[in-house]
């Protein structure tokens, strides 16, 4: 995501210094209370999660379902399936059943792309292609092949999700606990703020408004229904868009890799502003990141960490559940974002860039 031109300082120094201090490894998890609140259905609340598992895996075999199933995770986000052109048949709901029924149940939620149109889903059509419908804006800015950034304002895009018989009736029919919202960010993206400016709409604002219709499609279904918005974490900055989530999942907070898993994982993101884009920072980096870094301008590698976590400190303040999502493989890497990560009180879950791997939780 590109950095949005409304952000605001938000007490940098006292940033900085938890990360120095945290960086320096003096600090000792946090612990959190054992789980002892229960919806009527057996299925943990967010707020008790302590491990979660992020799995965009759409051929999901009984071994892995039976796999998580027997884990000790308290949430699970997973990709819709049966979305997907060649597995609209899968039996999710079979499979969601079996997991709230599990020995420690687990809260389902589905991960969904709201800010870009997908090539390999149901509701992609032959003849679609950039600016066909006029909607379809670009390609992805990180490389990610087969999708596409939408003007997520256009009533066509909204009703693939909004209509009768659309995601969000499907998903909750299918006995999920929430959703996922990926590209939250789309409002940042350069054909995206073309669009609405030839629109003359807010692409923040209608970003707002969009998550704030998903999530009313949902609740009018189920009241008890979650939302969490992955990345975007500055729209914490709007009260609006606060009162309407129930969580937000941040990636790449410390530790990225690269569109189509390439590199996996293990490039840190720059600790400060003061790093970022400098030659120091640069040289740093293996040269798998360095290709990352200098291949996408635009992309995390470009970002702080601090300017990360301000963020969720301020989301954290509002009532907010912060989940953090970091991509690494060497274990000294994976050990520092459990610790630091959870000593900020986030919930943290670290695998390859691909997401695509059953990782065992991590106490």
């Not at 995206?192 to 807010?202: E, W």
Request: overall charge negative; hydrophobic content about 40%.
């Amino acid at each position: 995501m590109q950095k949005s031109t409304f952000r605001r300082s938000i007490i940098v120094s006292t940033v900085v210094a938890i990360l120095l201090i945290l960086a320096a490894c003096n600090v000792t998890p946090s612990q959190d209370p054992p789980l002892t609140d229960r919806h009527a259905d057996g299925v943990s609340s967010l707020e008790d999660v302590e491990t979660w598992l992020y799995l965009i895996d759409v051929n999901l075999d009984q071994g892995t379902v039976t796999q998580i199933s027997e884990s000790s995770y308290q949430m699970l986000v997973i990709d819709f399936i049966p979305s997907e052109e060649n597995n609209s048949d899968f039996p999710i709901a079979e499979i969601v059943e079996e997991w709230h029924r599990a020995a420690q149940p687990k809260l389902v939620i589905a991960y969904i792309d709201i800010g870009e149109a997908e090539d390999y889903r149901t509701y992609w059509q032959y003849d679609w292609r950039i600016g066909n419908p006029e909607w379809i804006l670009g390609a992805d800015p990180d490389g990610w092949q087969g999708n596409f950034p939408v003007a997520y304002w256009h009533d066509e895009w909204r009703a693939i999700w909004l209509g009768s018989g659309g995601m969000i009736e499907s998903i909750i029919e299918a006995g999920f606990d929430g959703i996922y919202l990926d590209w939250v960010e789309a409002y940042s993206d350069e054909n995206v703020v073309a669009a609405a400016d030839q629109d003359a709409v807010d692409p923040v604002e209608e970003m707002i408004w969009w998550v704030g219709d998903l999530a009313q499609a949902a609740r009018s279904q189920n009241p008890k229904f979650l939302v969490i918005s992955q990345n975007a974490a500055e729209l914490a900055e709007f009260d609006d868009y606060v009162e309407i989530i129930d969580a937000i999942a941040q990636e790449q907070v410390w530790f990225d890799g690269g569109a189509g898993n390439q590199p996996l994982g293990d490039c840190p993101l720059p600790r400060s502003e003061q790093d970022v884009d400098t030659i120091a920072y640069r040289d740093s980096l293996s040269g798998a990141c360095r290709r990352q870094f200098d291949e996408f301008p635009e992309s995390t590698l470009h970002m702080s960490s601090e300017w990360y976590v301000e963020y969720l400190i301020l989301a954290q303040g509002k009532g907010l559940e912060i989940f953090t999502v970091d991509y690494a493989l060497e274990p000294q890497n994976i050990d520092r974002v459990y610790e630091i990560s959870r000593s900020l009180g986030f919930i943290p879950f670290v695998s390859n860039r691909a997401l695509d791997q059953y990782i065992d939780p991590q106490r």
